[in-house]
């Protein structure tokens, strides 16, 4: 009875660890959110958020190479 208990838990959190929620895409950087958010709010005339700063250009570390 205890592995029967046991291995439905362990289907049970594979199940649900499987299925996890969200879109399938790449990450937003924060910018691209505002932007998006921006535009968003163009067409359903809602107030426009101020626009965003660019984000600084990433310079590459010395040590990069090892991550």
């Known amino acids: 009875m205890t592995a029967r208990r046991t291995l439905t838990l362990v289907m049970l959190g594979l199940a649900l660890?499987?299925?996890a929620c969200g879109r399938k895409?790449?990450?937003d950087s924060p910018y691209?959110?505002?932007v998006d958010?921006?535009?968003e709010a163009e067409?359903?005339?809602q107030p426009v958020p101020s626009a965003p700063e660019k984000p600084v250009e990433d310079r590459p570390f010395i040590l990069d190479g090892l991550l």
Do not use: I, M, V
């Open 32 to 34: 691209e959110a505002a």
């Open 43 to 45: 067409r359903n005339d």
């Open 37 to 39: 958010a921006r535009k």
């Open 17 to 19: 660890g499987l299925a």
């Open 25 to 27: 895409a790449p990450l």
